[in-house]
């Protein structure tokens, strides 16, 4: 995964700004979808353009980030291409991946560090689909 969207709102802006300097410090070429400041906004503005360009295969994966994690999560899942995990340790960033093939994480930046943020998009990105018997489970996932 080398093309990743990154979004989310006022709460996850700090934090959406520091990943997006340390994935182009990886190497990673980033679309930010917004927001530009701190300042309060609606999540569902900027998630579902990112959205709609991993379904459309302009984009690898994405990045959602807000207080808890939760709307932004909420909002990408209701694109049927899309499969949004709620993330707040390394592990289960591994096994969205690995489990589930999400291609977006969702990170509740007022419950984990920026650390501990850094470590689960860099793992759910260099994590692969393990496919076997999840692949069977994953594609039954969407309603189309």
């Given amino acids: 995964m080398k093309k990743v ?13 520091q990943v997006i300097s340390f994935l182009e410090s990886q190497g990673y070429e980033v679309k930010d979808f917004g927001p530009d400041s701190s300042d309060s906004v609606d999540y569902p503005d900027y998630i579902h353009p990112m959205a709609t360009a991993i379904e459309k295969g302009e984009l690898d994966a994405g990045i ?27 592990e289960l960033a591994a096994l969205s991946r690995q489990h589930n093939n999400a291609n977006v994480v969702c990170i509740p930046a007022r419950f984990v560090s920026y650390d501990l943020a850094q470590n689960m998009v860099s793992t759910f990105l260099s994590t692969d689909f393990e496919g ?9 996932i969407s309603c189309q």
């Fill in 64 to 90: 959602a980030i807000c207080g808890s994690g939760n709307g932004v999560c909420m909002t990408a899942n209701k694109h049927q291409g899309i499969r949004a995990a709620l993330v707040w340790e390394t």
């Fill in 5 to 17: 969207g990154i979004g989310g709102d006022h709460a996850g802006f700090e934090y959406k700004q």
């Fill in 132 to 140: 076997g018997r999840h692949e069977r489970r994953v594609d039954k």
